[in-house]
């Protein structure tokens, strides 16, 4: 695995790793049990999610770092939304949030490049030849 891959999937672990002080699980005022429950359920299948492609990557799965492009994407479309509808309330929730994309953003760069390229397609490769034995 190139160095730079390495770098990018600690890049991302640490995108993620910014998010987390910024979920709340009464984010919508509401305190009951079952509502923070279900929160706790949403946020912990969000991460899992995530922690899955970040997995996925290291494993040099390609569609994987197409994913996590288009979350990436999709997150930073998410800035241009009106005030108040993209959840960015406070200046440390801003710059959270614009630290994870810059990781992201940053990670992904690495994953496209030359070398991640042609580990990536020697990976696919492998895995399509070991499909056929």
């Known amino acids: 695995m190139p160095l730079g891959v390495r770098i990018a999937v600690v890049m991302l672990s640490l995108s ?3 998010g987390i002080p910024k979920d709340d699980l009464g984010s919508n ?10 929160n706790l359920t949403f946020i912990a299948s969000i991460y899992g999610l995530y922690v899955f492609f970040i997995f996925k990557v290291y494993q040099g799965k390609h569609w994987a770092r197409i994913i996590t492009l288009i979350f990436t994407i ?3 479309l998410t800035w241009f939304l009106p005030d108040g509808a993209n959840g960015i309330v406070g200046s440390t929730e801003w ?3 614009a630290t994870s994309l810059a990781f992201d953003t940053f990670a992904l760069l690495i994953l496209f490049t030359k070398p991640a ?3 990536f397609k020697a990976k696919l490769e492998e895995n399509s030849e070991h ?3």
């Open 131 to 133: 499909s056929r034995n």
């Open 117 to 119: 390229n042609a580990w």
């Open 16 to 18: 993620l790793a910014c």
């Open 95 to 97: 710059g959270l949030n």
């Open 74 to 76: 999709f997150a930073g």
């Open 29 to 38: 005022g509401e305190t009951s049990l079952p509502m923070i429950a279900l």
